[in-house]
C-alpha cells in the first residue's frame, strides 16, 4: 500500500512538473471568462449558452490532460522502460499500474478545482449582469453537470491503461485511444436519435445492430443528455445520477481489471 | 551561412505584407448565396448528433449564430433574391431545434425572422409548434396559432395550436382569450395588430422590421380601421 501511494504521489508530481500542465491550469483562469463573449450574442437563454460552453472546454482540457500528459506520461514507461525501475522495487505489476491510475486520475482534482472556481465566477459575473436571462441555478447546474461530465473520461483513462497494457509506444497508444474516443463520442447520441420511429423505419437492421454491438464495447462518453438538462437547469432524477456514476466507475474498474491481467502476462524486456 | 538583420527585416516585411494581401483577397463567406440549402431530412439528424457528441446544446448555439451570419449576409442583397438565404435559414433553425429542442433562441427566431422576414409561414408554424413536449411556454404555440390564422387562414390549425397554447401552466388570460375568439373569428386585425406589436416588443431592435412591415400592412387593411 506504502508503495502504491508514493508511486501515485510521485506521478502527480511527475505531471505538475510538467510545462503544459502548468500552462493548462493558467488557461483554465481565464477560459471560462472569454465564453462570455460569444454567450452575449445570444438573446433569451444566455445561462444555457454559457454552460454549453463551458462544457465545452471542460471536455477539451480533459482530451488535452489525457491524449497530452497521461498518454505521452504511460507511453515513456513503456517504451524507455522506465516502469522497470520501479518494478524493481520490488513492486507488482498490479500494484504499478494502479499507483499510475491513482496517480493520473488525481491529476485532473488540480484542474478541475481551478474549473469549477473560475467558471462559477464567471457565471457569477453573468448573472447580474444579464439578470433574467442567467437562471438562478446555473451555478450549482454547471457544478453539477462539471462533476457527472468527469466520470467518463475517468472511464476513458482506464481504456487508456487498457490499451497500453499491450500497446508498443505513443504512436499505438494514441491511434487507438483516438478511435475509441470518437466512437464513444459518436455512437450513443446517433443510437438516442435511431430511438426515433420515423428514422428507425429509414435504417437498415444491420447498420442499427453493428452500432448497438460497437456501443456496448464502449463506455458512454456522450453524457449529451446530461449536458442539455444541466444547461436547462432539469433535474436529473436521483436514481438517474446514481445509475450514471455506477456505470462509470464500473466500466472503469473493470477495464483496470482487464488491464492488469494482461499487462502481468506481458513480456517487458 | 549567416543570417544579418539587413535581410531578416525586408524578408520578414514582405513575407507579413503578402499574408495581410492574401486575407484581403480570399473574401471567405460562410454561405455562397449560389449554394442551395441542402433539404432537411430526420436522417441528416444521426450526423448532426454524431459530431455534437456530448455537446448537442453547443451545436444548436452554432446553429443560432448561422443565423445570425445568414441574416447579416442576406440584408447586403436585394430582396427579391434572398430566397437562398431564406432556405438556408430555415434549415439551420430545424438543426438548432432537433439538437436542443428546449433552446428558447431558436422559437424567438423562428417567429421573428422565418415567419415575418423570410415570409415562411408553413415551416415556422411546424418548428413553432415541436416545442409543445419541451417548453412550459405557451409563447411559440401561440405564435404558431396566430401564424397560422392570420397567414395560413387555417383557422382549424389555429385553434388547435390556441387550445394547446392554453393549456400550458403559463397561460394568460390573454391566450384563453385569443383561442376563443378565434373559435367566434371575430376582432382579426385589429387583435392581429395588437398581438404583433405586443410580439415586436420581445424582439431586440435589428429583428423587429419584419414585424414592423407585417403591422404597417394590416393597418392599410379597411377592416383594421372600421
Known sequence: MKKTLFLALLTLREIASQRIYQILAAILMFVPWLMLIPASLFMLDIGKVIIDLLFLCLHCWLLVYIFFIATPLLARDIEQSTCHIFLTLPMSRAQYFLARFAGITSGFLPLLLLFLISGSLAIAFASSAWQGYVGSNTDTSFIFGTLLILLPYIALTAVLFLITSSASGLPEITVFLFSVWILCWTIPPVLAALQNVEIQQSTSNIVMVIIQATNQLLPDLSSSEISLAMAHNHTIETVQVIGYCIHHLAYALLAMLIAILLFRRRDLS | ?226
Open chain 2, 1 to 226: 551561412m549567416t543570417l544579418r538583420w539587413t535581410v531578416i527585416v525586408p524578408v520578414a516585411g514582405i513575407l507579413l505584407a503578402l499574408v495581410v494581401w492574401g486575407r484581403s483577397v480570399s473574401d471567405i463567406q460562410l454561405y455562397a448565396a449560389h449554394q442551395e440549402a441542402p433539404v432537411w431530412s430526420d436522417k441528416q439528424q444521426l450526423f448532426y448528433r454524431a459530431w455534437a457528441g456530448a455537446l448537442p446544446g453547443l451545436a444548436a448555439d452554432l446553429a443560432v449564430l448561422n443565423v445570425f451570419n445568414i441574416y447579416a449576409e442576406s440584408q447586403k442583397t436585394v430582396p427579391s433574391s434572398r430566397n437562398t438565404w431564406w432556405n438556408h435559414l430555415h434549415y439551420q433553425l430545424r438543426v438548432g431545434q432537433i439538437m436542443d429542442p428546449y433552446f428558447r433562441d431558436i422559437y424567438r427566431l423562428t417567429e421573428g425572422l422565418l415567419a415575418y422576414e423570410a415570409n415562411k409561414m408553413q415551416e415556422s408554424v411546424e418548428i413553432l409548434s415541436k416545442s409543445e413536449p419541451f417548453l412550459n411556454s405557451s409563447d411559440p404555440l401561440l405564435v404558431a396559432s396566430f401564424i397560422a390564422h392570420q397567414e395560413l387562414h387555417n383557422d382549424e390549425l389555429a385553434f388547435d395550436l390556441a387550445n394547446r397554447a392554453s393549456q400550458k401552466p403559463d397561460a394568460q388570460p390573454f391566450t384563453v382569450g385569443y383561442a376563443s375568439s378565434l373559435l367566434k373569428k371575430s376582432n382579426g386585425c385589429r387583435a392581429a395588430v395588437q398581438f404583433l406589436a405586443g410580439r415586436m416588443q420581445t424582439m431586440p431592435e435589428k429583428y423587429q422590421q419584419g414585424i414592423r412591415n407585417r403591422i404597417k400592412r394590416l393597418q392599410a387593411n379597411d377592416e383594421c380601421n372600421d
